[in-house]
C-alpha cells in the first residue's frame, strides 16, 4: 500500500482527481491525529484540512523521499502546534461517559472491554505529549520508528526511548488501576 503517493503522482501529472484518492486515504488518519495534540475534533478537521490545502498550494515542496502519509502528518503535526501555540488555554478532552444495561453476559463482557480501553485512552492522555504522540503514531498508525522520528523530529534512539518510557509509564498506571487484571 503506497498511502497515496502513486495518486499524488497522477495529481503532479495534471490528473485533478488524483488529489481527491490522497485526501480519502489519509484524511481520518490525519484528523485523529491531529485531534490527540488539540482536543477538539473541528479544530482537528480544520486542521486536516489545511494540512491538504498546503499539500495541494506547494506541490513541489514535497519530494517523495519519505512516504506522503509521514509528509502529511509533519504539515499536520506542525499545524496542530502552532494552534496549540496560539490558544490562551487547552481545554481538556472529555472522553465520553459509558451506558450500559446488564441484559446479559456480553452486554458486560462489552462492557468490560469498553472499560479497559477507556482507562487505557486516559492513561495514554495523561503521558507527556512527546510520548503520546510516539504511541500514536507507532501503534495506532503504524509508522515504522524512522517514520516517527521523521514526524516528530528527532532521531530512532530518542522515539525508541519516549516508546519505552511511554510503555513503562502505561504498565505501572494499568497496574495501579488494575485493569491489567480485568
Given at each position: 500500500?503506497?498511502?497515496?503517493?502513486?495518486?499524488?503522482?497522477?495529481?503532479?501529472?495534471?490528473?485533478?482527481?488524483?488529489?481527491?484518492?490522497?485526501?480519502?486515504?489519509?484524511?481520518?488518519?490525519?484528523?485523529?491525529?491531529?485531534?490527540?495534540?488539540?482536543?477538539d475534533y473541528h479544530?482537528?478537521?480544520?486542521?486536516?484540512?489545511?494540512?491538504?490545502?498546503?499539500?495541494?498550494?506547494?506541490?513541489?515542496?514535497?519530494?517523495?523521499?519519505?512516504?506522503?502519509?509521514?509528509?502529511?502528518?509533519?504539515?499536520?503535526?506542525?499545524?496542530?502546534?502552532?494552534?496549540l501555540k496560539h490558544?490562551?488555554?487547552?481545554?481538556?478532552?472529555?472522553?465520553?461517559?459509558?451506558?450500559?444495561?446488564?441484559?446479559?453476559?456480553?452486554?458486560?463482557?462489552?462492557?468490560?472491554?469498553?472499560?479497559?480501553?477507556?482507562?487505557?485512552?486516559?492513561?495514554?492522555?495523561?503521558?507527556?505529549?512527546?510520548?503520546?504522540?510516539?504511541?500514536?503514531?507507532?501503534?495506532?498508525?503504524?509508522?515504522?520508528?524512522?517514520?516517527?522520528?521523521?514526524?516528530?523530529?528527532?532521531?530512532?534512539?530518542?522515539?525508541?526511548?519516549?516508546?519505552?518510557?511511554?510503555?513503562?509509564?502505561?504498565?505501572?498506571?494499568?497496574?495501579?488501576?488494575?485493569?491489567?487484571?480485568?
Amino acid at each position: 500500500m503506497d498511502n497515496g503517493e502513486s495518486s499524488y503522482r497522477r495529481y503532479l501529472e495534471g490528473d485533478e482527481a488524483a488529489f481527491d484518492e490522497v485526501v480519502k486515504t489519509l484524511f481520518d488518519k490525519l484528523v485523529f491525529f491531529v485531534e490527540r495534540y488539540v482536543g477538539d475534533y473541528h479544530v482537528a478537521e480544520d486542521i486536516a484540512i489545511d494540512s491538504f490545502v498546503e499539500l495541494m498550494k506547494h506541490k513541489t515542496r514535497y519530494d517523495f523521499r519519505v512516504s506522503l502519509k509521514t509528509y502529511v502528518f509533519m504539515i499536520g503535526r506542525c499545524r496542530a502546534l502552532n494552534y496549540l501555540k496560539h490558544q490562551k488555554r487547552r481545554a481538556a478532552v472529555p472522553l465520553g461517559e459509558l451506558e450500559m444495561t446488564l441484559a446479559d453476559e456480553r452486554v458486560s463482557d462489552a462492557f468490560l472491554k469498553r472499560e479497559r480501553d477507556r482507562l487505557l485512552h486516559e492513561a495514554i492522555a495523561d503521558l507527556p505529549e512527546d510520548m503520546r504522540a510516539a504511541i500514536h503514531l507507532t501503534y495506532f498508525e503504524g509508522l515504522t520508528y524512522d517514520e516517527v522520528a521523521r514526524v516528530m523530529k528527532k532521531n530512532k534512539k530518542q522515539v525508541d526511548n519516549l516508546l519505552y518510557r511511554a510503555k513503562t509509564m502505561l504498565r505501572h498506571t494499568l497496574e495501579k488501576e488494575e485493569v491489567l487484571t480485568l
